[in-house]
């Protein structure tokens, strides 16, 4: 078998972006939490906020480590598997990534060090003031990324002059056309991934006991916060698929796996794309419910996959499904939110055992989501790399050959298993040990004494020999 | 836009990253370079305690100068990453597998002795790669029409290996020269009595790279045996300062060899810029044609002249913070 490098590469970004967007998707949404929280500290001086506070800062120091140190692979790869497109977009892609890492530096800098071990040294007002800052700072590291990316789908604002973009207008190309609503969409992600997982670790402390009135506070509030974000992002999600059906309705037509244009159609539950046949197997749908949601009348008109030549095609299986598994799981989320209202209603969000242990199998689902959602939007662009323009395998590195990609991809799967699974054993480990008794957390104060690296911040040792986990 | 030359300032800014990023990180990985070495584990403890509070700020050079290069001078990015294409991976392999040695070997006791290797390959392989990477660049690299056309492998010939271990040896030097400054006792004594041995090693690769380098690159020839003789005044400088190093050891100052061993990297690289100058992809472009847009490289300057001022101090107050020595069982967990 041929190795192919393009192929390949593929696998090998998409491997290590997914790696990577796994923990900034929760430390967005996360800090925002723990300012919320720090704010609400800082007005009711109510001691429970206060520990909850503490307790999610050092998660946040953990997870905020591994996305840094897996961030430095990918300030990488543009150029060593996509030269050519790093080449030739780099007058507006280059700004872009490196105004991210500047302010992902300023905020280390600045107001990280006095997040994570400021705590009882600096006022109250000022540790809310870091907190704030670095809420607002992971938003605007998030929005130069998106921007890029956003970019790549509808390019906007440059000129193409001998193989090179030239930014025209950068306001243009920065907020390009598709950028308010991936942003906007990513964003509620952010907080609905944190709210889900802050909920599942509150529900896990309640089924044992653990820090009943803190843990009760923290769940009621991500609940109430879940059953408007929720719905919220259903809303912002039918926007962005509007603005991609403008711009980009290839995509739109396989993430409906609806081959040849047509009106009244219907949206499928089910189907298997095949798409050497350019038609569907085993399709089973609800009529004209596509058209409804997509053109708001049930006899509108969608243009068909078939538009495109079968070359310029996306994957369409692969685009169908992980759209699916998006879907199914934010409908998921939402009957969880809703459930919590019923069950509110009753009194019994905190004793439910069935809906608590709901909440703790949800922890993991908001990330699937996420990816799910970059396969469906970054598959859906092939083969196009800058939409309509460069094509993925124009923008390969040419001296790139099978077996150098297969090499570094499997290295990057090692790395990243080992790492990963390091990583995820000390997260539990912080999290089983939980908030810290009301004596000791003074004691913490005058432990975390120095101005240092995230990870730090987390006193719980890695081995059970140093320090056993508390139960 | 005529005012001045962002190409030109814009490579000032990189260079500086560079030189920043090879002297900080340089005694990190200099000292995971000597961990095994090491007389004892108290000895190391307080190796990996002497660096502990500052490491990763001093990787913030490495992803400043990786993402400053897409935007200043999109070509050096995109032909010496697919050149460099392996070398590249192991160094990162290196860099992550250090860091996160860096995090959980003070977590851990059972499992240290695998966080001790971990800390010290990743070290000992970064430093190799990156070493590699300054002998690829005296080397040149193979182009056409701004795309790299050489093999997987043009960057692995006996010369880049000599750069290679050269350079671990120069950043065991930086490593143990940091040790004197931090350390007292016995750790210190080892540190003394390795750093002349380490000193040596570098002079006979500097010996020998200076001495091969004409031979690998007719350029590099000219410029150094043309008429600019005033250039001979950085390896005489490096020289000097590697005296230096040597008699400060003997009179066993403590600060005097580390501020030393700093002279002679920033004469050597001095003197390897001199040697390619204004060659940024050797042999075919210069760093005009490498860069980007003005108008690119203005966007961005905007945010990094404001970054890099406050990145600077911090560095130095979290540097302030932990000055004076690092004592045996105590110190940073």
Redesign the interface.
Known sequence: MELDPLMLSRIQFAFVVCFHAIFPVFTIGLASYIALLQGLFFKTQNPAWDRLALFWTKVFAVVF?MG??S???M??Q???NW??F??AA??????M??????TA??LE??FLGILLFGRGKVPQGIHLLAATMVAIGTFISAFWILSANSWMHTPAGVELIDN?F??TS?SDAIFNPSFPYRFMHMAMASFITGGFVVAGVSAWFLMRGRDPEANRRALSMCLWLLLFLTPAQAVIGDFHGLNTLEHQPTKVAAMEGHWETATNVPLLLFAIPDQEAQENRFAIGIPNLASLILTHSLDGEIPGISEAVPEEQPPVMIVFWAFRVMVGIGLLMIATAFAGLLLRRKGRIYESRLFLKTLVGMVSLPFIAVLAGWVVTESGRAPWLVYGIMTHAEGV?????GW?AL??LI??ML?YA??FY??IY?ILRVVRNGMLPEHAQASADRDAD????P??AAH???????DPVRS | MEMFDLSIIWAGIIGFGVIMYVLMDGFDLGLGILFPFAPDEDARDVMMNSVAPVWDGNETWLVLGGAGLLAAFPLVYSIFLPALYIGVFLMLAGLIFRGVAFEFRFKSRRNRHWWNRAFCWGSAIAAFAQGVVVGAYIQGFETEGFVYTGGAFDWLTPFTVVTGLGLMAGYALLGSTWLILKSEGHIQDWAYKITPMLLGIVLVVFAIVSIWTPFVNQVVWERWFGHIRIIWIFPALALFFAFLVLRSVKQRRESYPFLATIGIYVFTYLGLIVSQWPMIVPPNYTLWDAASAPESQLFLLIGVLFVIPIILVYTAWTYWVFRGKVRVGEGYH
């Open positions: 480590g840094v140190v961030g430095i692979v300030s990488f543009f150029g060593t030269s050519n790093s080449l780099s007058n507006f892609i280059g700004p990534l490196s105004y991210e890492v500047v530096f300023f800098a600045a090179r030239h930014v950068w590195t040419p001296s790139l050959t150098m090499f570094t290295g990057y790395v080992v790492v390091a990583g000390y120095r101005p240092k690296r990870l730090s719980t040792p890695f081995d059970d020999d140093v």
